[in-house]
């Protein structure tokens, strides 16, 4: 097991992608806030964790939803300085003695700290459950993660909960047709950083 480091928690959005963390062993992280020094719980990092699987580890100990998090390492984008801060995890690594890496605590002296910064979103709005439109005309019953745009709208590249831009494909379904031949549905558009569903209806009447 790696040393204990420090993750300073400032508050919590996200970037997600496919790079990998480049470590031998599992980090443990001392997750505490900038605010106030209060600690927030451990969170371990393990090999080859992506960067969801690194904040949903974050969220675990912390309870700050992965959604809200945006990590930082020297002021950049954990996704941008993940090579800096795997650097700085090994260098880190071979600074401990054996007794304090058995132990998972910081050798006293002679230890440079290893921090990241969790950024808290506090734009973040909560519209799951809900129509994003006044009038939808429509009369489905949104899940408890999707947010509907009715027959008056449609879903949106940037998700209305956190905010980040969509990559995903669209996904169109078909719920019924008509007699005379029109069919009727709902096109789907799922968020890769919060999860949220975003829908709206189709109806070629």
């Known amino acids: 097991m790696g040393c204990m480091r420090s993750v300073l928690a400032h508050a919590a959005s996200s970037e997600t992608t496919e790079l990998r963390l480049s470590i031998s062993a599992p980090q443990t992280l001392c997750v505490r806030s900038a605010l106030t020094g209060e600690d927030l ?7 080859e964790m992506s960067m969801q699987q690194i904040k949903e580890a974050i969220a675990e100990a ?4 992965t ?28 600074d401990c003695d054996d007794h304090a890496r058995a132990f998972r605590v910081p050798r006293a002296f002679g230890r440079r700290e290893v921090c990241l910064t969790l950024v808290k979103d506090v734009t973040v709005t909560n519209v799951a459950g809900t129509h994003l439109v006044q009038y939808p005309n429509c009369t489905c019953t949104p899940g ?43 096109v789907y558009w799922t968020c890769q950083s919060c999860g949220l569903v975003q829908k709206h209806g189709w109806d070629d009447a």
């Not at 998090?69 to 880190?92: G, T, Y």
């Not at 996904?171 to 709902?186: A, E, K, L, P, V």
């Open 144 to 186: 408890p993660n999707e947010a509907c745009w009715g027959y008056r709208g449609t879903v949106q590249e940037v998700c209305p909960r956190c905010q980040e831009r969509l990559t995903g494909k669209q996904i169109r379904t078909t719920d019924g047709c008509r007699r005379n031949g029109d069919g009727y549905g709902f």
């Open 67 to 94: 959604y809200q998090q945006r990590v930082l390492f020297q002021e950049q984008q954990l996704a941008e300085s993940l090579e800096s801060f795997v650097k700085a995890l090994n260098e880190q690594d071979e």
């Open 62 to 65: 912390t309870q700050v939803p």
């Open 41 to 47: 719980g451990m969170a371990t990092l393990q090999p």
